[in-house]
Structures are given as C-alpha cells and as structure tokens.
C-alpha cells in the first residue's frame, strides 16, 4: 500500500500483516501516528482499499447491439428465464460468485482484478431496485454458480429479484462473454464471469457496463444512464 495525498501533506500509510488492514498512518505535516484498525478483508459487504482495478481489455467490445441467443437458465424463483424473449428492457448485472460468511474471501481472489466485490454489487442493485423498476426495467443477476448456490445469497441478502443461472456455460459461450479460472467452492464451477453489467431491450443488448469498478457503484451508474435514456 503506497503513500498518499491531501491538502495537510504527505501521508504515509504501512500495511501491517494481520487477518484485517491494519494501518499505521503518520501526518508528516503535522508530526502525529494515527493507527487505524480496519477488518475490512474478511466483510462480504465492503470493497477493501487497495484492490487490483480491471482495465477494459476489449472483451466485451462486440456485445453492444447483438441479438441475444435463445437460452433458458434456472432462476432462484423457480422459473426458467429466457432473456431473449422478454420485452422492454432488461438488466443484468453479471458477477463472478458473491462470498459466503463460512467461507471469506481469500488474498489469492483480492488479487483478481474485478473479483472481489459481488455482494456490495448485489446490495447497490437490490437498494436502488425500486427505482430501477419505476423506469420500467426488471432486474436479475447472473453468475455461474448453480442455483442452490445462489439461493443461499439471494435470501441471505433480501434480493428482491431474481438470481440466475449459467452453471453449464450455455449462456457464457452464447455471448463469448470474459470468464478467468480459480478454484471452486465444492463442486461449483471453476470458470467465473468477468463482472459486467448488460441493459437489454426487446432482447437486444443496448448498453454495457465493462469493466466495472468499484462494483458498489454499478447499480448507480446504471441507474443513472438509464435515467437519461428514458427523460
């Protein structure tokens, strides 16, 4: 973790090894130690500082404007959901696995850039859910997992929409859509989707959201570009 700015001075900022952030930070301008205790690594709902910032490789450069492909994927509700087929529009925020409290996220996945982050980005969808729906958009999620796994995120977080799922790739390779590989939890899958968000309209992607950082704002900035293309 590197120094840095504001209008007092330079400050410097140690990371101490621990189970949290433990930072020592030392005002250079006015000769005083702050310590600051932040167990930040192992809380689902929050975006550390420090992590890894996806650039915009050109994976999703060929997703604007396509014709989505027919494919049925498992929902949490139950149902079968083709996003092909529904009309008006459509959001999808894609993730690659949101974190389990018996099971927090690791280094090895901090270090991932764009893999941390999938519940605060679950959580600004589900805050802004209203709104979004008063724009006339329905909203899901989607990630690889199956869906008893996502059944667990989605009570334990009050998702009020559904979350679907791609566990066989149909979707995945459909769309040529950026995955990367770690290794799974149990028997899930070890191929995760790069975070993306999709706005589809009459079955046709209109807009994309790629990369996404920090995840915790995506539910806005897409809200906020769905606001001016409905004013």
Partial sequence: MGPC??????????????ACY???VTSAMEGRTIEAVMSTRNDLHTVPDGLPVPVDD?????????ALPSVELNSTDGDKV???????????YIYPRTGRPDLPPSAEWDAIPGARGCTPQSCGFRDHYHELRSLGARVF???????????????RLHLPFPL????????????RLPTFDFEPYG????????????????????KVFYPVFPPDRNAADV???LTNATS
Avoid: K, N
């Fill in 164 to 175: 679907l799922s791609d566990s066989d790739l149909a979707f995945t390779r459909a769309l």
């Fill in 187 to 206: 028997s899930e899958s070890a191929v995760y989707l790069q975070r993306m968000a999709l706005v589809i309209r009459d079955g046709r992607i209109e």
């Fill in 223 to 225: 809200l906020a570009w």
């Fill in 58 to 66: 050109g994976a999703c450069d060929h997703l604007a404007g396509m």
């Fill in 22 to 24: 433990r930072m020592r």
């Fill in 5 to 18: 700015y504001d209008q007092s001075g330079e400050i410097h900022v140690t990371a101490l090894p621990d």
């Fill in 82 to 92: 083709d996003l092909a087929s529904l009309p008006g529009r459509t959001i999808v």
């Fill in 141 to 155: 999620g989607l990630s690889t997992q199956t869906t008893e796994y996502q059944r667990e995120a989605a009570g």
